[in-house]
């Protein structure tokens, strides 16, 4: 099963919505889409809600996308249910990163224009 992303908005926020399995193999694929989302808005989110990650290189690419949206000086955020936000934690504060994690939409930081 592959993974697919739907790019949708909430308020001021791109939201790049994860959907399937999001393996090793797609992670080229998520790279893009966060690329571009970074690239061309100013408030990005990545929802795992609806997806499940399996292997390891999918970390290194949020944290990619989070360096590269602070660069622009653009927000990012991660949202993931409970359960998963744990599992996201420990590897991102191994690598030295810096996630906003949100456990729904709704808890995304309000921006002003």
């Given amino acids: ?39 061309a808005h100013r408030a990005v989110a990545v929802d795992l809600s609806g997806g499940r ?5 999918w970390m290194a690419v949020l944290l990619e996308a989070e360096r590269r949206a602070r660069a622009c000086r653009h ?18 504060l191994a690598r030295g990163g810096r996630l906003v994690l949100c456990q729904s939409l709704a808890e995304l930081p309000p921006l002003s224009r």
Wanted: net charge positive; proline share 3%.
């Fill in 53 to 57: 990650l399996t292997g390891t290189r």
């Fill in 1 to 39: 099963m592959n993974a697919l992303a739907r790019i949708q908005t909430r308020g001021l926020w791109t939201i790049v919505a994860i959907t399937g399995v999001l393996d090793d193999s797609r992670v080229t694929a998520l790279r893009t889409w966060l690329n571009e989302a970074v690239a």
């Fill in 75 to 92: 927000a990012f955020a991660v949202v993931s249910p409970k359960a998963e936000a744990a599992r996201l934690c420990l590897p991102v």
